[in-house]
């Protein structure tokens, strides 16, 4: 792995440049739809009540499949090759749209209607794959980037659809119903085409028998979500992040009004500022995860979000008094900025929550229970988005509240969830502390991480000890959760021993300190290869007290005697030179270190057969790719 790489890289390849078109094309198609349905209301001039019948019947409308099929939709999409479905699922879409223009052709809300949940119904088939089809075509330490590209190309994709289909019928006018009906089917053919260039993807459970029977079988999907602690607070934190952008998004057409006094399309200024932070973060996510599945960035997120949810409460707590201004108004009016960058900034940390989320799912969730998984996403998901939309209505029409009102709400309510979810999966919190360490104290760049650390299945790694931050460090660099065997003083250290614990960190002693201690190490160890997990050491069984590597000692070779998985061999450089090794005292290390914001690297070699190496070997290994940096 090297800060060469970059996400914009998967954009040239055919693994997932027409994926990631499919799913841009459907996002946009969608939007466009419903907003050109908005546009044909005006045009035929409906009364007042028509229109909010309608902008409360749709989404309604639209979400309602979610619910019924979803658990459906899972169970195709783990039984069907996925390039397949996705061909089947866009040439509904091209049905769906034929429909729909007639609906505009011949100016019938009921046809457009009854497209409309025919879009809905499209879209729950194609969600599970949507997200489950990345695991199988990206490598781990792509996942962060590839969702977030998705991410951002999903948020850009509804914005630019939304003002597409809003300008419809203000441009053309008396022709906007064939415009209408032509750009839908035209977007439709486009994605189905594109479709076709996706390369086969496996089904990742092709002999599972399909319940047709939508109710047991999402509560079997939703059972089935909640097997690991971490993955079904991921997904909660995911349902969450629909919560707040809903609530969000749907209040700005009236707070562009009635708050920072614009006109009405300030309200798309609005939403664009939000998708562009949005999108912004998403991609930015790679780079301050290090290309590994960075979930330390999700606290990060959700602070940000509430803090910038607060700001945007006291940065225009009453009605302003100004009405009607366009967009260049707005931005030359005073105390415009600070709302500009809290809407910006809401957007971009809400990138750094949600990203690192989705890739958790994937990366911890078996493939053939992956599509089943997503959609329990969905129907969750769903019904988050319902639940803050009647909060919404309950809170203005009985609490009377003003809409800054609800975004101060909605921070509050934010910081509440997040503090929960980090509670109950003490990890994320691990992640972040350990990261934000990581990232303060040094510049890290590793070296063949991605070639020679396997994706998937058990191995030992083992690596030279020079610093109290090596497990802090070689987890900041590997895509894979680690399990580290360290000395129980180490272990021990004041608030590093929690980050330690909740890493699952291994302890050990010597067998002269703790003959029991060790013996139950060497267990742990055992049973962590062979439930398929990544294990490292440090074979010297101390740090280096003069920079120099000491000898491998001879408990790897008991390790691979008992379990002789591939072994890894892994050097860190630099690390002397840097904050927290034996060259400096203890007093040292109290003052503002010389060394702060040390260059450092990690370097990995090719995986050697357990079977037949020995400590001798491994030490040479190590030796080699350290090539005297100490």
């Given amino acids: 792995m090297s800060s060469g790489h970059s996400q914009f890289a998967l954009l040239r390849q055919r693994r997932f440049l027409p994926f990631f078109i499919v799913q841009s094309l459907g996002a946009f198609n969608d939007n466009v739809y419903r907003q050109a349905i908005i546009g044909l209301l005006f045009y035929l001039g409906v009364s007042q009540e028509e229109q909010s019948l309608y902008t409360t019947l749709a989404p309604a409308i639209f979400i309602l499949p979610y619910f019924l099929f979803s658990a459906l939709a899972g169970q195709i999409a783990e039984k069907l090759e996925k390039s397949r479905l996705i061909v089947i699922t ?9 429909l729909a223009a007639v609906g505009f052709l011949t100016q019938s809300m009921p046809v457009l209607l009854v497209a409309l949940f025919c879009t809905g119904l499209q879209s729950t088939l194609f969600g599970p794959v949507k997200y489950s089809v990345l695991p199988s075509v990206l490598k781990p330490e792509e996942l962060t980037g590839g969702n977030g590209l998705v991410e951002m190309g999903t948020s850009m994709s509804i914005l630019v659809g939304m003002i597409s289909g809003g300008i419809i019928f203000t441009l053309a006018g008396s022709y906007g119903p064939v415009v209408a009906a032509t750009a839908v089917i035209a ?51 995911v349902s969450w992040f629909w919560f707040v952008g809903t609530m969000l998004t749907s209040q700005l057409p009236t707070y562009a009004v009635v708050n920072l006094g614009g006109e009405p399309t300030l309200y798309i200024f609005a939403l664009a500022l939000f998708s562009v932070g949005t999108g912004v973060g998403s991609l ?97 998901n769903s019904g988050f988005i319902v639940g803050a939309a009647l909060i919404a209505l309950a809170t203005q029409k009985y609490l009377h509240w003003t809409i800054p009102q609800l975004f101060l709400a909605l921070a509050i309510a934010n910081a509440v969830v997040a ?21 303060t104290l040094y510049r890290l760049r590793p070296h063949g991480i991605e070639a020679n650390v396997p994706d998937e299945g058990a191995a030992l790694i083992v690596c030279n000890h020079v610093s109290y931050m090596d497990a802090l460090i070689l987890s900041a660099t590997i895509p894979r959760p680690v399990r580290f065997v360290m000395y129980y003083k180490i272990f021990n250290i004041p608030v590093m021993r929690w980050i330690f614990r909740t890493a699952k960190a291994i302890p050990i002693a010597g067998a002269r300190e703790d003959p029991a201690l060790m013996q139950a190490a060497f267990d742990e160890v055992d049973r962590a290869l062979a439930e398929g997990e990544l294990v490292c050491i440090f074979p010297e069984g101390a740090l280096t007290r003069d920079g120099e590597m000491a000898a491998f000692k001879s408990g790897v070779e008991k390790i691979l005697e008992r379990r002789p998985v591939p072994v890894v061999p892994m ?36 995986p050697v057969d357990g079977a037949s190496t020995d400590a001798g070997q491994l030490e040479a290994l190590v030796r080699a790719l350290r090539a005297g940096h100490a």
Wanted: proline share 5%; net charge positive; charged share 20%.
């Fill in 187 to 237: 977007l439709a053919v486009a994605g189905n085409i594109t479709a076709r260039m996706i390369p086969k993807v496996d089904a990742g459970a092709p002999d599972l028998k399909i319940n047709w029977n939508p109710l047991p079988e999402s509560l079997a999907v939703l059972r089935l979500a909640k097997k690991q602690k971490a993955v079904r607070n991921a997904i909660l934190g």
């Fill in 571 to 606: 050097a860190l450089r630099g690390m002397w030179d840097s904050m927290w090794s034996r060259r400096d005292t203890r007093l040292g290390r109290m003052r503002v270190p010389r060394r702060f914001r040390a260059h450092i690297e990690v370097a990995a070699g090719p």
């Fill in 90 to 98: 866009t040439t509904m879409e091209i049905a769906i749209m034929s």
């Fill in 284 to 380: 930015l996510c790679e780079k301050l995860s290090g290309r590994t599945v960075e979930i330390g960035l999700v606290p990060l997120g959700a602070f940000g979000m509430t803090a910038f949810m607060l700001d945007l409460y006291f940065a225009r707590a009453g009605e302003a008094t100004a009405a009607g201004l366009s967009v260049p108004a707005f931005i030359a009016a005073a105390g415009s900025a600070r709302i500009i960058v809290d809407l910006v900034g809401i957007g971009l940390f809400t990138g750094f929550f949600v990203v690192p989320l989705f890739a958790l799912i994937q990366s911890r969730t078996p493939k053939s229970e992956m599509s089943r998984v997503f959609a329990a996403l969905n129907i969750q």
């Fill in 419 to 439: 503090i929960y979810i980090f509670t109950i999966v003490p990890e994320f919190l691990m992640r972040f502390l350990s990261w934000l360490m990581v990232r």
